[in-house]
């Protein structure tokens, strides 16, 4: 990644040509790109319930309802009675309306005077008090019209709305929604509350409110992210490489949107937001690193050069994470998640092209040259809070390093328990915060007459007649009454009600006789002398469908209305249904729940395993790529422990406050371990180079901290601000997002901060970039009496663990006289063993090539030095000493065994040569 950032530099104008050409492609595709405020984005991708939804569409008609409720102390007044018929005449000349039932058109079965009468309550506007007062007392006793058309106090009336969408309309809902508050208009002034509540409403409220987060929520992240990156960085150029790498991701990301259909949604609508934040974040490490470059006194270039070097890999990985992170969600069954997914990762992706190729063209030309001298940075660093932010860090890791990560370990326990209360919902009258109109006219609605919510029970007997039969009709309204007995459930309507109302009123309206008769003849002639197809066709199958369809009165339907808009708590209703009519039916008549809310329930369900298995595929992924990258395993367990810490915490607090897995939440862990990793990874990396520079574990890990305690402080609160925007959402799953991904991010800030250098000082990285990157004469390889039968990837650990020191020609390697317990390898160049004479000459006792081994001595005792080793050229020499053995036995205890035995044979040689030449001097 390093040389791509270098060639980007050298090639600045193919860069712009073809980013150019790119953005010009998207913002093309761009213009076409649409919001879709529908309720399928919360279902199952091609769930094959949905094709039994739509076919009882066809069969019983739509679900799609939109209910006028209209309320007044004196409703039944002759006047306000006309202005309501009125509405009710218009609503019915609308396009798309399939039907409309109100007291004006609906039956009335009143058998009191001794004949039963079916004409509609308000057949005629009543003229007198008595005539008024006889129309409600009429329309509220009847079980077909009570909390279906009017409220139990009689002052208030709902006339449902039945509309057939058009599917090939986008705006279809907003126009209907539209046009209704249109044809109702006049009733205002007349009437002392009047709106309508239903599905067009509440789609139209989607989009409205998806278009306000829209044009609210991406100008907030723009402000937060400018004024974030000005402060962190200091620097105006430090704000418009992220907002330029940003913007231009942004509009990449909604032309992809467009070439694959996927609309602006609930979700989709805040990926502009996260691109600018989670961008940003590796802008702001690569500034640092090019402003750090600057510090040491280079110029454009070498600053540019300096900043390659030490954060491509680190930002290639962070991307790829961040990247497969996002991604993960499309595991996910919901639609509304897949495209999130999708879109998401996408944007991501983007950003992180324009950024390795934009930045390094920026800084090119505007990146300042000016240099500053390092001994001002050390003088000015000590006053700020990063340098206090360290050395709290430090002090507190120094004390007990032990003690911190069992705390660590301890706290996560303990409120990660909450964890296993946590519910899965998925509530699209929820998605609305409580005081949004649509959320405060669907709880009215449901106090006086039912609840908006519609739901279905299909029934099949499978024989023709079958719901003819009163067998089969008392067992339908055992469950309407049982359904009425939980309480849980508004309202209810079949054809058995139908029949049983038919009985009761031929009784002479007794209320005992509200049940269903005994007689298969009798129920034949209620239907056939009362009632017409269109009055039940909506709850029995009247007629044969065609081809190899259902025979007429084979299939029943129940109507059932309710305020349950939470999938949890509608699954939990269904469940005791479910078990209730499994044994009233037994096996003669097979039944179904279906309906849009029925769809959404269900996806629900799917919710939690999409979200364990995206996390658990997000978290194999994440540890494989590490544990390849650094060679051991220990460095993908290193790479998960910090991220898994904030993850166990917020599914705890989640569970303890209540706040159930939804559409918003079910990203979290995801998408929360794909951003926070980053911030290990840049740890990883720098402690490994640090290393290289040290070989001390100690002093590395707190250089890290110092050196990464900038980028990691400034990017974490600045990840953490940007979802904090989302609070300011229309919709309470983004509000849900948005904070807890804030904490999140602030938690994995902790973790990182002191459970990534307690757990990193415990062991040395070597990365498969090192691994390649060493070069070793043949010589070494095979002659060296060091290495023997070792492969050439064992050597190569051996180097990187020990500690590879660089000699110009002429410097001295070891100094006669000196004490120290290492011993020495030639790895590349030569060096000459020396001795100086009294008369300030200088011996040459043997010449070193690679693969040649000096002062092994010191390793078994601490003597002083008995020669000079001096570099004969530019050499590199690999110093091996008791904290470089114990890390490779530590480390890798099987190359070590071969090492240690080769060790033995070099010092028993030595040992043996020694004697030899006391033996020949004795």
């Given at each position: 990644?390093s040389?791509?950032?270098?060639?980007?530099?050298?090639?600045p104008?193919?860069?712009?040509?073809?980013?150019?050409l790119?953005?010009?492609?998207?913002?093309y595709?761009?213009?076409?790109?649409?919001?879709d405020a529908?309720?399928?984005?919360?279902?199952?991708?091609?769930?094959?319930?949905?094709?039994?939804?739509?076919?009882?569409?066809?069969?019983?008609?739509?679900?799609?309802?939109?209910?006028?409720y209209?309320?007044?102390?004196?409703?039944f007044?002759?006047?306000?009675?006309?202005?309501?018929?009125?509405?009710?005449?218009?609503?019915?000349?609308?396009?798309?309306?399939?039907?409309?039932?109100?007291?004006?058109?609906?039956?009335?079965?009143?058998?009191?005077?001794?004949?039963?009468?079916?004409?509609?309550?308000?057949?005629?506007?009543?003229e007198?008090?008595?005539?008024?007062?006889?129309?409600?007392?009429?329309?509220m006793?009847?079980?077909?019209?009570?909390?279906?058309?009017?409220?139990?106090?009689?002052?208030?009336?709902a006339?449902n709305?039945?509309?057939?969408?058009?599917k090939?309309?986008?705006?279809?809902?907003?126009?209907?929604?539209?046009?209704?508050?249109e044809?109702?208009?006049?009733?205002?002034?007349?009437?002392?509350?009047v709106?309508?509540?239903?599905?067009?409403f509440?789609?139209?409220?989607?989009?409205?409110?998806?278009?306000?987060?829209?044009?609210?929520?991406?100008?907030?992240?723009?402000?937060?992210?400018?004024?974030?990156?000005?402060i962190?960085?200091?620097?105006?150029?430090?704000?418009?490489?992220?907002?330029?790498?940003?913007?231009?991701?942004?509009?990449?990301?909604?032309?992809?949107?467009?070439?694959?259909?996927?609309?602006?949604?609930?979700?989709?609508?805040i990926?502009?937001?996260l691109?600018?934040?989670?961008?940003?974040?590796?802008?702001?490490?690569?500034?640092?690193?090019?402003?750090?470059?600057?510090?040491?006194?280079?110029?454009?270039?070498?600053?540019i050069?300096?900043?390659a070097?030490?954060?491509?890999?680190?930002i290639f990985?962070?991307?790829m994470?961040?990247?497969?992170?996002?991604?993960?969600?499309?595991?996910?069954?919901?639609?509304?998640?897949?495209?999130?997914?999708?879109?998401?990762?996408?944007?991501?992706?983007?950003?992180?092209?324009i950024?390795?190729?934009?930045?390094?063209?920026?800084?090119?030309?505007?990146?300042?040259?000016?240099?500053?001298?390092?001994h001002?940075?050390?003088?000015?660093?000590?006053?700020?809070?990063?340098?206090?932010?360290?050395?709290?860090?430090?002090?507190?890791?120094?004390?007990?390093?032990?003690?911190?990560?069992?705390a660590?370990?301890?706290?996560?326990?303990?409120?990660?328990?909450?964890?296993?209360?946590i519910?899965?919902?998925?509530?699209?009258?929820?998605?609305f915060?409580?005081?949004s109109?649509?959320?405060?006219?669907?709880?009215?609605?449901?106090?006086?007459i039912?609840?908006?919510?519609?739901f279905?029970?299909?029934?099949?007997?499978?024989?023709?007649?079958?719901?003819?039969k009163p067998?089969n009709?008392?067992k339908?309204?055992?469950?309407?009454?049982y359904?009425?007995?939980?309480?849980?459930?508004?309202?209810?309507?079949?054809?058995?009600?139908?029949?049983?109302?038919i009985?009761?009123?031929?009784?002479?309206?007794?209320?005992?006789?509200?049940?269903?008769?005994?007689?298969?003849?009798l129920v034949?002639?209620?239907?056939f002398?009362?009632?017409?197809?269109?009055?039940?066709?909506?709850?029995?199958?009247?007629?044969?469908?065609?081809?190899?369809?259902?025979?007429?009165?084979?299939?029943?339907?129940?109507?059932?209305?309710?305020n349950?808009?939470?999938?949890?708590?509608?699954?939990?209703?269904?469940?005791?249904l479910?078990?209730?009519?499994?044994?009233?039916?037994?096996?003669?008549?097979?039944?179904?729940?279906?309906g849009?809310?029925?769809?959404?329930?269900?996806?629900?369900?799917?919710?939690?395993?999409?979200q364990?298995?995206?996390?658990?595929?997000?978290?194999?992924?994440?540890?494989?790529?590490?544990?390849?990258?650094?060679?051991?395993?220990?460095?993908?367990?290193?790479?998960?422990?910090?991220?898994?810490?904030?993850?166990?915490?917020?599914?705890?607090?989640?569970?303890?406050?209540?706040?159930?897995?939804?559409?918003?939440t079910?990203?979290?862990?995801?998408?929360?371990?794909?951003?926070a990793?980053?911030?290990?990874?840049?740890?990883?990396?720098?402690?490994?180079?640090?290393m290289?520079?040290?070989n001390d574990q100690?002093?590395?890990?707190?250089?890290?901290?110092?050196?990464?305690?900038?980028?990691?402080l400034?990017?974490?609160?600045?990840?953490?601000?940007?979802?904090?925007?989302?609070?300011?959402?229309?919709?309470?799953p983004?509000?849900?997002?948005?904070?807890?991904s804030?904490?999140?991010?602030?938690?994995?800030?902790?973790a990182?901060?002191?459970?990534t250098?307690?757990?990193?000082?415990?062991?040395?990285?070597?990365?498969?970039?090192?691994m390649?990157?060493?070069?070793?004469?043949?010589?070494?390889?095979t002659?060296?009496?060091?290495?023997?039968?070792?492969?050439?990837?064992?050597?190569?650990?051996?180097?990187?663990?020990?500690?590879?020191?660089?000699?110009?020609?002429?410097?001295?390697i070891?100094?006669?006289?000196?004490?120290?317990?290492?011993?020495?390898?030639?790895?590349?160049?030569?060096?000459?063993v020396?001795?100086?004479?009294?008369?300030?000459?200088?011996?040459?006792?043997s010449?070193?090539?690679?693969?040649?081994?000096?002062?092994?001595?010191?390793?078994?005792e601490?003597?002083?030095?008995?020669?000079?080793?001096?570099?004969?050229?530019?050499?590199?020499?690999?110093?091996?000493?008791?904290t470089?053995?114990?890390?490779?036995?530590?480390?890798?205890?099987?190359i070590s065994?071969?090492l240690?035995?080769?060790?033995?044979?070099?010092?028993?040689?030595?040992?043996a040569?020694?004697s030899?030449?006391?033996?020949?001097?004795?």
């Amino acid at each position: 990644m390093s040389k791509l950032i270098l060639w980007c530099r050298d090639h600045p104008i193919v860069v712009i040509v073809v980013i150019g050409l790119f953005s010009v492609f998207f913002a093309y595709e761009a213009k076409d790109i649409r919001i879709d405020a529908s309720a399928e984005g919360m279902m199952i991708e091609g769930d094959p319930d949905k094709a039994f939804y739509e076919k009882t569409i066809h069969t019983f008609g739509t679900d799609n309802i939109t209910i006028v409720y209209i309320k007044d102390d004196n409703l039944f007044t002759t006047k306000k009675l006309e202005a309501i018929q009125e509405v009710f005449y218009k609503l019915e000349e609308l396009s798309n309306i399939d039907r409309v039932e109100s007291l004006f058109t609906s039956k009335n079965f009143n058998g009191e005077s001794g004949d039963l009468e079916t004409l509609p309550v308000l057949d005629w506007i009543p003229e007198t008090p008595e005539e008024s007062a006889k129309a409600r007392a009429d329309a509220m006793r009847s079980p077909l019209l009570y909390r279906s058309l009017i409220s139990e106090d009689g002052k208030a009336m709902a006339i449902n709305v039945f509309v057939n969408p058009d599917k090939s309309d986008p705006e279809f809902n907003a126009k209907m929604s539209d046009a209704i508050d249109e044809v109702i208009e006049p009733l205002k002034g007349v009437v002392d509350e009047v709106f309508q509540v239903g599905m067009p409403f509440t789609r139209k409220c989607l989009g409205d409110s998806i278009l306000g987060d829209m044009t609210t929520l991406i100008p907030l992240s723009v402000g937060v992210l400018l004024i974030v990156l000005v402060i962190g960085l200091k620097t105006l150029h430090g704000a418009v490489m992220p907002s330029l790498t940003g913007g231009l991701s942004v509009l990449w990301t909604v032309g992809f949107m467009v070439m694959m259909d996927i609309p602006i949604n609930v979700l989709t609508v805040i990926v502009p937001s996260l691109v600018l934040i989670i961008g940003s974040t590796e802008d702001m490490h690569i500034i640092s690193e090019y402003f750090e470059g600057l510090e040491l006194g280079k110029d454009k270039f070498g600053a540019i050069d300096y900043l390659a070097s030490k954060v491509g890999l680190a930002i290639f990985l962070t991307s790829m994470t961040t990247f497969i992170g996002f991604l993960s969600i499309v595991i996910n069954k919901i639609t509304l998640l897949k495209q999130f997914g999708f879109t998401a990762s996408f944007a991501l992706l983007a950003n992180f092209i324009i950024t390795f190729s934009v930045i390094p063209v920026y800084l090119r030309f505007f990146g300042g040259g000016k240099k500053r001298a390092k001994h001002h940075e050390e003088k000015t660093e000590k006053k700020t809070i990063f340098h206090f932010a360290a050395g709290l860090i430090l002090r507190v890791i120094h004390a007990n390093k032990m003690a911190v990560l069992a705390a660590m370990v301890v706290v996560a326990l303990i409120i990660g328990v909450g964890a296993v209360k946590i519910k899965v919902d998925n509530d699209m009258l929820g998605y609305f915060k409580e005081t949004s109109p649509i959320r405060v006219r669907s709880q009215l609605l449901h106090d006086d007459i039912s609840g908006t919510q519609i739901f279905f029970i299909i029934m099949d007997a499978h024989s023709e007649d079958a719901f003819k039969k009163p067998e089969n009709l008392k067992k339908i309204f055992a469950v309407q009454r049982y359904m009425e007995k939980t309480g849980v459930f508004d309202f209810s309507l079949s054809f058995a009600d139908y029949i049983a109302l038919i009985n009761r009123e031929s009784e002479g309206g007794k209320k005992e006789e509200f049940v269903i008769p005994a007689s298969a003849d009798l129920v034949e002639q209620y239907r056939f002398v009362y009632l017409e197809d269109k009055d039940i066709e909506r709850y029995v199958n009247v007629e044969a469908e065609p081809g190899d369809g259902a025979p007429a009165f084979s299939k029943a339907n129940i109507l059932v209305r309710h305020n349950l808009s939470s999938s949890y708590d509608l699954k939990k209703a269904l469940s005791g249904l479910n078990g209730f009519m499994a044994d009233t039916f037994g096996t003669d008549i097979g039944f179904k729940f279906t309906g849009e809310n029925i769809l959404i329930n269900k996806a629900a369900d799917s919710m939690a395993s999409g979200q364990a298995i995206s996390l658990s595929l997000l978290l194999a992924v994440i540890f494989i790529i590490m544990s390849v990258l650094f060679l051991r395993f220990k460095a993908g367990l290193l790479s998960l422990a910090p991220n898994l810490f904030p993850i166990v915490i917020i599914f705890g607090i989640m569970g303890y406050l209540d706040i159930p897995l939804n559409t918003g939440t079910a990203m979290i862990a995801a998408i929360a371990i794909g951003i926070a990793v980053d911030d290990t990874i840049h740890f990883m990396v720098r402690y490994n180079n640090e290393m290289k520079l040290l070989n001390d574990q100690e002093k590395a890990m707190t250089e890290c901290i110092k050196n990464e305690i900038r980028p990691v402080l400034s990017t974490s609160f600045a990840l953490a601000l940007g979802f904090g925007v989302l609070l300011v959402s229309n919709f309470n799953p983004v509000i849900f997002f948005g904070g807890l991904s804030a904490i999140v991010m602030l938690l994995a800030l902790s973790a990182d901060m002191f459970m990534t250098p307690i757990l990193l000082s415990t062991t040395k990285l070597i990365t498969l970039w090192d691994m390649l990157a060493v070069d070793l004469k043949a010589r070494v390889i095979t002659k060296c009496p060091l290495f023997q039968k070792m492969r050439p990837w064992q050597i190569k650990k051996i180097v990187l663990l020990a500690h590879v020191k660089e000699f110009a020609k002429d410097m001295f390697i070891i100094r006669k006289g000196e004490t120290d317990r290492a011993m020495y390898l030639i790895l590349d160049g030569s060096a000459r063993v020396e001795l100086p004479t009294e008369a300030g000459k200088r011996v040459v006792l043997s010449e070193l090539h690679p693969g040649d081994i000096f002062g092994e001595i010191a390793l078994v005792e601490e003597v002083e030095r008995t020669a000079d080793v001096v570099a004969s050229e530019d050499s590199r020499v690999l110093e091996i000493d008791w904290t470089s053995l114990e890390r490779i036995r530590r480390i890798f205890p099987m190359i070590s065994s071969k090492l240690f035995l080769n060790i033995s044979r070099v010092l028993g040689a030595r040992l043996a040569a020694t004697s030899e030449q006391l033996v020949a001097k004795g």
